[in-house]
């Protein structure tokens, strides 16, 4: 029995070394039993979980090629190496390769990896790689050899630097810290720190131990003091955790922070506990867990975790996604696997034998590339998308997620997409503020119809007015609850600090301030701004000018009194010099009775009573029976006449306008008329951007304005419009406000009125403090309220409905303008006026005629009695009989021979002829 043993144990043992002869002999010869690939992976002490990712997806590769019936097998090995020693490394990989090893994946550790690298080329032996390298990826012509055998499925440093680029500028940072580790975090920032080279972009730059917590602390803190809120950060996925702990703790987690981290695996750590912080924690990241494939997988390397080889798992405890770097592992594994059916079906004999290069003897391996080849133009949908290379071995064409940690589902989401085809879109970073759930503190300042106070019957409190109106719209769809503090001024900005709600919002002492608040660059400087919701400019707030009294005399206006003298002075001078050189003409000088050319007598028709008929009449256009007769008469007579023309035509044209539109005329028209006096005092709100444009205006009237301001005494600077209101109505003060409180003003009460036009154009916009999450949600809303109009809606349900009791009618009740009895009274008074001047004159004449005749046979009141009586008679004739005049007027006509002006012609011809 023993014999028999020994006896089968030695033929099995000569089987055995038979066996192990030929298959000796085959590796010798480089003859294989089938067609076999052998991969090597070189993988760090540490790097488990890559070890154990290689292995399962070996596993499954060589589990899907044996079920597939492909005339392939994959033999897989690894190599635990000290990554950093070059020396180790290199000599595990001539050994490798002389064990027959087709393809190598390679190390990350910079020193190692190069010479790996190289070693490939050398030996076309095809190099996988599923790191960052900081290496440029060759892509010129000129030295095409470098990297010719290797392909990485990691993308490469320059794309995805431009890609975290991208993202910065599409935030639009103008200031930020960088928090790196090491040498080759500076490189994966490098694009980013370029953007400081414009000037534009001011970065802070810390070379930080993230293993040491106290540092970390220290760095934040400083940043906070620097009033620092975005933060870029270069680590570790393992440290994420642990750098937002010390953000925590030094309270810079707050919603105004933003960290953003240059791994692509933030969603790899949990980091759910810092929901309640608010702060904006964002990354790109290249495996999208949701991804079916990548759940499959996560959930089946989760499951490994419980089994009985627990340790097992690529997937370390507490890990909830696969990392970037395993996920590429297992792609890489398919790459390979795709790319050697490939080759084995074009070139069966390619696998059939062992690779003969070797390191001593620098032979390559003659299908090396040819496998290469198959690898670059696979098209394999992995783990961390469709899977391409580009000539040069090149990731191309993937496509990177920029996500961000929602705090409402306490994980890491999707908010849009990087690719190197159409850049940056963001499609949804939309987490509404309830779900931060927060109440926002809101300042504004109580002034209608901004914001007021309302106290309702049950005693509470409510806001209302144009601005809470557009802050409860806003608050609606962006679900946000807000509690209102109270302001007293809206303070301002200089340059070096601010005042009032600016102040809180600095001190983050509030979140939004929401007033008519006016966008200023001096106030944007400390505080960020959202889009401006209303559009106004700078004007007055003036006392409407009180009617003037309508005067009898108003139709003296047209003309200053100056002129209503000079024009009484030059018509009796006219007058009188007519009458001179009338008579010093002795063409003026007529025979009376032509028809008696013996007559010796001459007589001049321009006495000086004459001569002022014959002027007046002209200048009230209307002429008179006397006529100049020689040349210098008619000189004089032509000059007067085209005097009163221009004097007439000029009174014409003023009339209207003075007895129509000049009847309310402010004293000022505008800023520069204000400017030019002294009577009229005018100021602006004590604080606000009204003070400022004045203070800080370029203009040398404002400027002067603004001086005459300060110089005041009382102080012409308000506390709020209110007042401002009041001061106008008290006469004498104009206010300079914004347009939208003046028209409230001017609407609410019919003695103001708005003067001049806008000084300047601005808007109104919501404040916040600097960094504020809230700001583009919040202008993007606004701009929606103003698409949709409801911002217009409401600008004239506060302005033209609420509280409003009165219409003023303006100038609206007398549309045509129709002159009143008051107008033109005046001239009704010097008809009449005139015409009792006559009469009285008429009675002198008679009495004066009577007086002189001495032979009146009744006293002179009889006489004017009868004569009154008689020219009362309406009914009478017009003749009456002579001795009405002849007992008075005989002798009295054979006197003088001359006409009687007061008389009519043919009562002065029927007494000539009784006289002849
Ligand atoms: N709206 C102004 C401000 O923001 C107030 C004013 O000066 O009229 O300061």
Known sequence: MGEETSKIMFRTERYVLTAIFLLSLMKDSGVRAENIIRVDAMVGYEDTALELAFKETMNKAQQSLLYGNKNLKIEDFFSRVNLEDSYEVSGEVCKVISFGSEVIFGTHSRSSSEYVTSLCNQLSIPNLQIHWDSREVVTSTKRPDRDHMTLNLYPDHHTLSAAQRDLIKFWDWKKFAVLYEDNDGLIRLQSILKLSFK???AITTRKINFLNPESVKNVLKDLKNTEHQRIIVDCHYDRVHD??????????????????FMTLDLGVTDISEFSEYGANITA??????EHGAVKNLTEEWKQLQFNIRGNRSPLRKGQLQIPTETALMHDAVWVL??????????NPTALASYSRASCDKAAPWEFGADLLGYMKSVNVDGLSGTIQFGQYGQRENF???VVKFSHEFKKVQKIGT????????????????????KTLKVLTVLEMPYAGKKIDEYGNVKYEGFCIDILDYIAESMKFKYEIQEEPTYGNCDEKECTGMYQKLIDREADLAVAGITITSAREKFVDFTKPFWNLGITILFRKPKAKPVRLFSFLDPFHEDVWVYMIAIYLCVSFMFFVIARLTPYEWCNPYPCNQEEDIVENQFSVLNSMWLTIGSILQQGCELAPRTVSTRMVAGVWWFFTLIIISSYTANLAAFLTAGRMQSPIESAEDLSKQTDIKYGTLQTGSTYSFFQNSIFPIYQRMFTFMKNQNPPVFV???NEGEKRVLQGDYAYFAESTTVEYKVERNCDLTQIGNWLNSVGYGIALPKGSPYKDKISQRILYLQDKQVIKQLYSKWWTKMYINQTCDNEKKDPSNALSIQNLGGVFVVLVGGIGVSIVIAVFEFIYYAWTKRDIPD??????????????????????PADHVIRASKSDLSRTGVSLPSLNHEYANAIRDIHA
Request: charge should be negative; hydrophobic fraction near 40%; charged fraction near 25%.
């Open 243 to 260: 750098i937002l702990k010390e953000a925590a703790e030094t309270e810079a987690l707050s919603e105004y922070f933003h960290y953003h």
């Open 199 to 201: 000037g534009r972009v």
């Open 284 to 289: 790109l990241r290249l495996v999208n867990p």
């Open 719 to 721: 506390k709020n419009s």
């Open 418 to 437: 990087w690719n190197s085809l159409s850049f940056l879109n963001i499609t949804d970073d939309n987490e509404s503020l309830s779900q931060l759930n």
């Open 859 to 880: 006293p002179i009141c009889t006489q004017l009695k009868d004569e009154l009586i008689f020219a009362l008679r309406c009914w009478g004739s017009s003749s009456k």
């Open 399 to 401: 496509e990177l997620e």
């Open 337 to 346: 696997t795709e790319a050697a059916l490939a080759l084995n079906e074009a």
